[in-house]
């Protein structure tokens, strides 16, 4: 391996991000949609909004993708880029909090703008491996970060 600190680090970015996909997106998010943001809305309708919430952001990351990954392919300022990004999903996350009941598509827009960062900060980190590792270790330390982000 190239730099035992930088695999580790690599691997523990992994862990950390895990727990935004596993937490945020997965578990919190939808619960505290449909009893608290969405307070008195039918359920179908806090159904619909949330899927279309979650569309959106997928569009929106579906759409700057390609960017992203040609500037992490091509780009100096990976690290930069991860760091803006990952800040952007931790500043939109921790901004929930302010989002008062039934005040839904605050809590979209916010979470939307979360999911953005988490996944813009994932093609840099992504494109960060080949600089972590060796070819012949590649496989290794991508394993190790995928095992620890799920353990």
């Known amino acids: 391996m190239n730099n035992k600190k ?7 970015y992994d862990w950390a991000n ?20 969405s307070s008195g809305a039918d359920v179908n309708l806090s159904t619909a909004q949330l899927g ?7 569009l929106l990351v579906a759409l700057m993708a390609p960017v992203l990954g040609a500037i992490a392919d091509k780009g100096s300022a990976k690290k930069k ?9 931790v500043l939109m996350t921790a901004s929930l909090f302010m989002v008062k009941e039934g005040q839904w598509a605050w809590a979209i ?3 939307a703008m979360g999911v953005i960062g988490f996944s813009g900060a994932n093609v840099f ?13 590649i496989d290794f330390v991508s394993s ?8």
């Open 52 to 58: 279309i919430g979650n569309s959106l952001a997928s």
């Open 125 to 137: 980190y992504d494109s960060l491996l080949p600089s972590v590792a060796s070819e012949d270790k």
């Open 18 to 37: 895990s727990a935004f996909a596993t937490t945020v997106m997965a578990g919190f998010f939808p619960i505290f949609f449909k009893k608290f943001w």
């Open 109 to 111: 827009f916010i979470y």
């Open 81 to 89: 880029f991860l760091i803006f990004f990952a800040y952007l999903g």
């Open 6 to 12: 930088a695999v580790w680090g690599w691997a523990l």
């Open 144 to 151: 190790l970060g995928f095992s620890m982000g799920y353990s």
